[in-house]
């Protein structure tokens, strides 16, 4: 180690407090990535949602070949700047918080799948309830995979409209986090075209070209994972396409 924190202050001979933390409006105004502010910022609106209670979850940046990362095991909406992982793009640490009882995510290894198989330049884990609630629908029990068409909320998801089936796969959950990553490759490798992956009664791993498209992919998702369980609450199938779309009914 060179002495040199994450804000470029050598603490080594510089006691001066970490400078204040910039709030994630700006750092999207400025619409350059302060990775470590946007991690932290992400993690307080992720734990407002209730989708990283309970030390749950967690988000990791990309900036080139450069990773920024959550720790593990911590409340997330409790972040300090400081406790960021630095990693490079092989899943190698490369900057460790002064904190010495923090422990790079159990995430990392899945988060690294989003990064090497999608180049994403961001990935986001949460536990929330609708995302679990979503695995055990029964026609994603049946069918081994979340589907859903029709909702105005499936365009929000890259290379997906309207009209289009929104489809994520889903794994079946370990003891360890980490021993989910073998499964959440091969679902990856197969189904190229989902933005995420589901994890039963567990969560979400969702990832976009940067934390911008990341949050927004994820916020979708989680909204249409709501809709759905609410629709098959009412008895309506989610899945098919409904009798009065004249765009998409067959010609006789
Ligand atoms: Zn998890």
Not at 11 to 23: D, G
Not at 155 to 175: E, W
Request: hydrophobic residues 35%; aromatic residues 6%; proline residues 6%.
């Amino acid at each position: 180690m060179n002495g040199q924190s994450l804000d470029g202050v050598d603490h080594r001979t510089h006691r001066a407090p970490s400078p204040p933390e910039r709030p994630l409006d700006e750092a999207y105004e400025r619409g350059h990535e302060d990775a470590v502010s946007v991690i932290t910022g992400l993690c307080r609106e992720m734990y407002r949602h209730g989708w990283v209670t309970g030390t749950g979850g967690g988000i990791s940046v990309r900036q080139g070949d450069t990773v920024y990362m959550a720790p593990s095991g911590v409340q997330k909406e409790r972040l300090r700047r400081e406790d960021i992982f630095v990693l490079d793009r092989s899943g190698a640490v490369r900057h460790r918080p002064p904190n010495t009882a923090l422990r790079v995510s159990q995430c990392c290894p899945l988060f690294m799948h989003a990064f090497q198989m999608r180049n994403a330049g961001a990935c986001i884990h949460t536990h929330s309830q609708a995302a679990v609630l979503a695995t055990l629908l029964p026609p994603t029990v049946a069918a081994g995979e979340f589907r859903m068409t029709h909702q105005e909320m499936i365009k929000g998801v890259p290379q997906h409209g309207y009209h289009d089936t929104l489809v994520v796969p889903v794994i079946d959950n370990t003891a360890q986090e980490e021993q989910l990553a073998a499964s959440m490759a091969a679902a990856m490798r197969a189904y190229t075209r989902a933005p995420a992956v589901l994890v039963r009664r567990h969560g979400l791993y969702v990832w976009g070209r940067d934390y911008v498209q990341a949050k927004t992919v994820n916020e979708c998702l989680d909204y249409l994972f709501e809709v759905a369980c609410r629709m098959h609450a009412m008895g309506i199938d989610h899945t098919q396409v409904p009798p009065d779309c004249a765009e998409c009914r067959q010609p006789k």
